[in-house]
């Protein structure tokens, strides 16, 4: 069966475009014992959740406002979402490599989340615009390329 979305790496970048969120959100987690309905967290609030492994809990992302809500579950890394408006394949290679290594280069911590439609970066609250900047240089330098391909 062929991947469903986009694998070019090429064509991932150049037809990027970011959306960057207004909501703050951070990472919790829930010990797995807790990790039961009635859920001590509500959980339509979550953007995501994961069951890590051997039992070391139900890591959560969601919404400051909500976490702050149920404080008996310590959070932390208050972050903005940037979402990756391109339909990326769950098969595509070093699309998110290229991403990150531009923050990480910049000093800029990222959290990436890959879902089925679009890969999602969280990055540090105060440095999401200087992120926006360097990833929309990313795409510009990739158009330039395949315009300039395009030419020869």
């Known amino acids: ?10 064509a991932l970048i150049s037809t990027l475009t970011l959306t960057l969120s207004p909501t703050t959100y951070v990472f919790l987690t829930i010990p797995t014992t807790q990790f039961k309905p009635p859920y001590p967290f509500p959980l339509e609030s979550a953007i995501m959740t994961f069951r890590e492994a051997d039992s070391e809990g139900i890591t959560i992302i969601a919404p400051l406002e909500n976490a702050r809500k149920y404080h ?7 972050c903005r979402l940037i979402t990756c408006a391109v339909h990326s394949s769950l098969e595509a290679v070093g699309f998110l490599a290229v991403l990150t290594r531009e ?12 879902a089925f439609y679009h890969d999602h970066l969280f990055v540090p609250v105060g440095r999401e615009k200087d992120a926006v900047a360097l990833l929309e240089g990313v795409v ?13």
């Open 140 to 152: 510009t330098r990739a158009r330039k390329e395949l315009d300039a391909d395009g030419e020869k």
């Open 103 to 114: 923050l990480a280069e910049s000093g800029i911590s990222c959290n990436p989340v890959s």
């Open 1 to 10: 069966m062929a991947p469903i979305g986009e694998t070019s790496l090429t």
């Open 72 to 78: 008996q579950f310590p959070y932390q890394y208050e």
